[in-house]
């Protein structure tokens, strides 16, 4: 049998030392108390030797921080958020912060795992494509824990925010799609009840209604996956509408357009049709999917949140904020000039 192996405290290193404990403590937790250079370099040798690691949980006691973040995702099927992840973790990391992961499978999970990060005594909440209810904004701010909305606004709720302007990127979209001589236009509605189906729908169809171009056909995509688009596809097909342009309001539909495009019918993008995405996700194959979209500034948006986080935990303040960014159309070539 394995023989358990007991693992080297504080008061082992101060033993062995020839220190107090309190000293130990000073030097591995920066308490502010001056330690002479002598004994710290005593102290980190016998540590060394001994192989002392300091306990990150006894830390945050004593520093009643954790420099954990909450990070609660909702949809890791797409793309978008998957990169998201990958960069919040990555610039946290660089920040000092860890990441407690929460993997939210539908909006009833959103107040439990939010509960529950209140419960580990993270420092902050980062939500992503999820919504925050009236009740859980006044629990964080009673317990002075920031909370920020990536890349989601809260409708009529006062909560901080990080997003693109979703509300612009549809009017560049119709802008973009006009000016290429496009004029029978085509929606594919997103998620339904979010705030990004429901601004850049609203952009798309007020910029096209404003040059004369308002008669827009939409089909039901309920949510923003590949299915979703898929399934749209065939709808839109089926209802035999006339159509020279599609806007699918996130990458992963547009995706799913295409691949029922390629495999299910006779059509031709751009030939036959122009489609154009959002988000601005790393396609699988551009030369299989050429896929025009609204790119949105992803790396700006995490950092403006990370600083915007940091910002709060240091100095918190319940009064709100919200930043919008603007992104651009990357053209890669599922869309053509009609002109």
Not at 143 to 147: E, I, K, L, R, Y
Not at 174 to 178: E, F, G, R, S
């Given at each position: ?5 007991k ?6 290193v101060?033993?062995e ?5 309190s ?5 591995f ?6 330690v002479?250079?002598?004994k710290k370099?005593?102290?980190l040798e ?6 002392y690691?300091?306990?990150m949980i006894?830390?945050?006691?004593n520093q009643?921080r954790?420099?954990?973040i ?5 949809n890791f099927?797409?793309q978008?958020?998957?990169d998201a ?5 990555e610039?946290?990391?660089q920040?000092g912060?860890?990441?407690m992961?929460?993997?939210i499978?539908t909006?009833?999970r959103?107040?439990a ?16 494509s999820?919504?925050l ?5 006044g629990?964080f701010?009673s ?5 920020i909305?990536f890349?989601?606004?809260n409708?009529?709720?006062s909560?901080?925010?990080?997003c693109?302007?979703n509300?612009?990127g549809?009017e560049?979209v ?5 000016d290429?001589?496009?004029?029978e ?5 997103g998620?339904k ?6 601004d850049?729908?609203k952009?798309?169809?007020?910029r096209?209604?404003?040059?004369g171009y308002?008669d827009?056909?939409?089909i039901?995509g309920?949510?923003?996956t590949?299915?979703?688009g898929?399934?749209a ?7 035999k509408r006339?159509f020279?342009?599609?806007?699918c ?12 495009i390629?495999?299910?019918s006779?059509?031709?993008i751009?030939?036959?049709?122009s489609l154009?995405?959002?988000d601005g996700?790393t ?5 299989i999917?050429?896929l025009?979209t609204y790119?949105?500034?992803m ?5 403006r949140?990370?600083d915007?986080?940091i ?5 918190f303040?319940?009064?709100?904020v919200?930043y919008l960014?603007?992104g651009k ?9 009609r002109?």
């Open positions: 049998m394995a023989k358990n192996i693992r080297v405290s504080s008061k082992d101060a033993r030392a020839g220190v107090s404990q000293t130990v403590s000073r030097v937790n920066d308490s502010g108390i001056p002479s250079e002598d370099k005593l102290v016998t540590a060394d030797r001994l192989g690691r300091p306990s006894a830390r945050s006691l009643q954790t420099n954990i909450g990070l609660l995702v909702k099927s797409n978008f958020y998957i992840l990958r960069l919040f973790t610039k946290f990391q920040s912060y860890s990441i992961l929460f993997n499978n909006e009833d959103v107040e795992d939010l509960i529950k990060a209140l419960e580990y005594q993270v420092d902050g909440v980062v939500i992503t999820a919504t209810e009236s009740n859980l904004v629990q701010q317990f002075g824990t920031p909370a909305l890349n989601r606004l409708d009529g709720q909560v901080n925010a990080v693109c302007d509300v612009a549809g560049t119709a802008d973009y799609l006009i290429k001589g496009h004029k236009l085509v929606y594919i509605a998620e009840g979010s705030s990004t189906n429901r850049r729908m952009g798309f169809y007020n096209a209604s404003e040059l308002g827009i056909f939409m039901e309920e949510f923003f590949y299915d979703a898929f399934h596809a065939e709808k839109l097909l089926s209802s006339t020279d342009a599609v806007f309001p996130s990458d992963e539909m547009a995706l799913g357009f295409m691949d029922y390629y495999h299910k006779d059509l031709s751009p030939d036959d049709f154009v995405g959002f996700i396609v699988p194959n551009e030369e999917y050429p025009t790119e949105q500034p790396k700006r948006m995490i950092e949140t990370i915007f986080m910002d709060k935990i240091e100095d303040t319940p009064d709100p919200s960014f603007n159309i990357l053209e890669r070539g599922s869309v053509k000039d002109n």
